[in-house]
T-cell receptor
Framework: NAGVMQNPRHLVRRRGQEARLRCSPMKGHSHVYWYRQLPEEGLKFMVYLQKENIIDESGMPKERFSAEFPKEGPSILRIQQVVRGDSAAYFCASCRDHFQETQYFGPGTRLLVL | QKEVEQDPGPLSVPEGAIVSLNCTYS??????FMWYRQYSRKGPELLMY????GNKEDGRFTAQVDKSSKYISLFIRDSQPSDSATYLC????????????FGRGTSLIVHP
């Protein structure tokens, strides 16, 4: 059973470009969470999605960031007009249901904005 | 004051030592408590979770929750160099989206 997959693993963008991060949850999991991890900081929750629905986006910046989890395909975190402060590791996690003590993380995408 | 406080370390111990990792929290509504291990450049891996107060043991790992003191611990017995990693505590309230709040992690180094 494949784990949570994220791609790309590393992404370099120049300021003003768009970044698209993809997350494929574990088989049978329909709940996806996105987190951001900055150096010297813990994981910060960004958004929680189920298939075709955003359940909780209280951690998402109000501008430039969006997320989706379509009926088919991976979940996508999109960052428009990236700035240097967006440089971080972005992790997604998935679980089978909303009782998330068994939340499985992907390997992360490391975004570097030049 | 942050909701979850965790000393970043690093904590350096010799192989075979008993390791104690701790977190304090301020939100008395937290009911689920988790410990994750994160190796360098990898995603967090769930080690253990507990519900409310008490102890839970799994092999060399013991998780302890003291809700009256708002304090949780992870003990590692007979520590090994392969235990060298960052350990993140996380906790969440019941109901709602169960979104966990993470500590910033403690870096552990076990040297041979």
């Amino acid at each position: 059973n494949a784990g949570v997959m994220q791609n790309p693993r590393h992404l370099v963008r120049r300021r003003g470009q768009e970044a698209r991060l993809r997350c494929s949850p574990m088989k049978g999991h329909s709940h996806v969470y996105w987190y951001r991890q900055l150096p010297e900081e813990g994981l910060k929750f960004m958004v929680y999605l189920q298939k075709e629905n955003i359940i909780d986006e209280s951690g998402m910046p109000k501008e430039r960031f969006s997320a989706e989890f379509p009926k088919e395909g991976p979940s996508i975190l999109r960052i428009q007009q990236v700035v240097r402060g967006d440089s971080a590791a972005y992790f997604c996690a998935s679980c089978r249901d909303h009782f998330q003590e068994t939340q499985y993380f992907g390997p992360g995408t490391r975004l570097l904005v030049l | 004051q942050k909701e979850v406080e965790q000393d970043p370390g690093p904590l350096s111990v010799p192989e075979g030592a008993i390791v104690s990792l701790n977190c304090t929290y301020s939100n008395s509504a937290f009911q689920y408590f988790m410990w994750y291990r994160q190796y360098s450049r990898k995603g967090p891996e769930l080690l253990m979770y507990t519900y409310s107060s008490g102890n839970k043991e799994d092999g060399r790992f013991t998780a302890q929750v003291d809700k009256s003191s708002k304090y949780i611990s992870l003990f590692i017995r007979d520590s090994q160099p392969s235990d060298s990693a960052t350990y993140l505590c996380a906790m969440s309230v019941t109901g709602g989206s169960y979104i966990p709040t993470f500590g910033r992690g403690t870096s552990l180094i076990v040297h041979p």
